[in-house]
């Protein structure tokens, strides 16, 4: 295993620290959409007056 010149592995780490930035970044964009999955479980999906006010989106009709 070659020594010369090699950087020691704190200095490695301090050069690819950008990398774990992006990571942590990565993870807390995941763990945000994650959250907001797990929240359409349990958030209502509209009340009866916004149904009315929009009409069916099946059938497109809007009621009167």
Known sequence: MPTTGAMSFMAAQDQIAFFYWVRVAGGVGFL????????????AAGSAE???????LITGTAHA
């Open 50 to 56: 916004d149904e009315a006010a929009t009409g069916n």
């Open 32 to 43: 945000g959409g994650l959250l907001m999955y797990l929240a359409s479980f349990f958030v």
